[in-house]
């Protein structure tokens, strides 16, 4: 049964025990972003599966619908190198040693220091995702930390290939390159969906 088939049949079912069942399966067979989505959107509130999803800014914001960006994913003139290289995350701008928070339920699985992202917390998550948070000034987890959804993870500092403090965050789906940008929103869009339909 491909991604196709099963998502129209966990719509026909409802959310039975069978079809939540389905719906881990769904979020686990998803290759991009548009079919995580889709699937989050199947949700009935409350519900912890979208915890174990990455969903939320890694960073606070003045305003979350608009959450700052100063270098996106894909291609990009390397501010240091200067030239055109593919850039695997995002950088969001922050000040120094402010708290870089875990955007979804998971297990530290490597902390460290590497030339490029500097000083770096990776987290397993559910459904084949891992995140990655780069530049940090200080990392505030150890390996096989079991982390919740909100946890202070590090400190956004300019450790690594860095022209100023900011976050370099990345994500990846069952060894895939994400976008990470949309999964900053997907909590917040789920919320919005849930009001319109009049769930509170």
């Not at 069942?21 to 889709?38: D, G, M």
């Not at 939320?56 to 390397?78: F, N, T």
């Not at 030339?115 to 200080?138: E, M």
């Amino acid at each position: 049964m491909n991604w196709t088939t099963l998502s129209a049949f966990v719509l026909f079912m409802g959310l039975t025990q069978s079809g939540q069942y389905k719906i881990e399966r769904l979020l686990s067979i998803a290759t991009n972003y548009s079919q995580v989505e889709k699937t989050i959107m199947l949700l009935k509130y409350p519900n912890t599966i979208i915890t174990s999803v990455p969903c939320i800014s890694p960073l606070q914001a003045e305003d979350l619908r608009r959450i700052p960006v100063s270098s996106r994913y894909g291609q990009r003139l390397h501010p240091i190198l200067h030239e055109y290289k593919h850039h695997s995350g995002i950088d969001l701008p922050g000040q120094m040693s402010e708290r870089v928070h875990s955007t979804a339920n998971g297990l530290v699985i490597a902390t460290g220091e590497s030339r490029n992202i500097g000083k770096y917390v990776k987290i397993k998550h559910n459904f084949g995702f891992i995140t990655l948070y780069g530049h940090l000034s200080k990392i505030k987890v150890c390996k096989a930390d079991s982390i919740h959804i909100g946890q202070v993870i590090g400190l956004v500092g300019s450790t690594g290939r860095s022209t100023g403090p900011h976050l370099h965050y990345g994500i990846t789906k069952n060894g895939k390159e994400q976008n990470p940008l949309p999964y900053c929103y997907l909590y917040l869009h789920w919320q919005n969906v849930l009001i319109r339909e009049g769930k509170k």
